[in-house]
């Protein structure tokens, strides 16, 4: 990936302000296991946003149906090689064509509007890009971790699936470390930022959205990313390059989506 290198990459930046201007608020999943089809949903809203310079908000339930489809499974929920594959073959309409239920139904199908509404979010030129590729048995290197922060200070989310602690413990809205038997596999939530600081395990805290729970906001140290992370993938657009290009161009060097934050 061409982009920004690591002595370049600013010591924080944060992408909820785009977030929140383009009206893509925090979601919640409820009881069901749906938070790898949330977390790869708002990685395409967001994409889908820059791409268009407007927001939609997309369907989870009908991302859920379409990795089903094209695997020809009925899982409630499923791994982010499955749900792209699902978007790749359906393409995913809006939230209100068909929106997320509180309980899954395996026999649920969608629409003739939202199978049509669908397909119209394919010629966007979305295209998914690995930093990691799933495995449960190795969390980091060094080479990832530089790279989710290059992917996030040049403006993406990363998608990120992790083994979660079974007892979550949080200090002042940071996820604590645990030891490798305190863990199970596992969670997935949407990084969306990062801030460097030396009182962290690991030197700093990834900012990321959380659709479990009360669906807030949260953050975990580099340590924990490099000792859990499972796997790792953003999205994009084809036109991309264009744009930064451009934006490179009028900004006179090197420029940084979303908020920078301070060390």
Not at 105 to 113: H, L, T
Not at 180 to 204: E, F, I, K
């Amino acid at each position: 990936m061409a982009g920004v290198e690591a002595d370049r990459l600013p010591a924080g930046i944060d992408l909820r302000g785009s977030f929140r201007r383009w009206g893509l608020t925090e979601r919640r999943q409820g009881s069901r296991g749906t938070c790898s089809a949330f977390t790869v949903a708002g990685a395409l809203e967001f994409a889908v946003a820059k791409r268009q310079g407007h927001s939609t908000r997309l369907s989870v339930e009908f991302l859920n149906w379409a990795a089903n489809k094209a695997g020809g499974d009925t899982a409630d929920g499923g791994f982010f090689s499955d749900l792209w594959n699902g978007f790749v073959a359906h393409g995913i309409c809006t939230e209100e064509t068909m929106p997320y239920v509180p309980k899954f139904d395996p026999a649920a199908q969608p629409s003739v509007e939202a199978l049509a509404d669908a397909k119209t979010r394919l010629p966007l030129g979305l295209q998914l890009h690995w930093i990691k590729e799933w495995n449960v048995n190795t969390g980091l290197t060094d080479e990832h971790l530089a790279s989710i922060k290059r992917t996030l200070a040049e403006g993406w989310p990363v998608c990120g699936g992790f083994r979660w602690p079974h007892q979550a413990k949080w200090v002042d809205g940071v996820l604590q470390m645990c030891a490798s038997n305190a863990v199970y596999d596992g969670h997935s939530v949407l990084l969306v930022g990062y801030r460097d600081d030396t009182r962290q395990p690991g030197g700093g805290v990834f900012i990321f959205r959380n659709t479990a729970g009360l669906g807030r906001d949260g953050s975990m140290p580099y340590a924990y990313a490099k000792a859990f992370m499972n796997d790792a993938a953003w999205v994009d657009h084809a036109n991309r390059n264009r744009q930064v290009t451009a934006a490179r161009s009028r900004a006179g060097g090197e420029n940084f989506p979303g908020r920078l934050l301070a060390p």
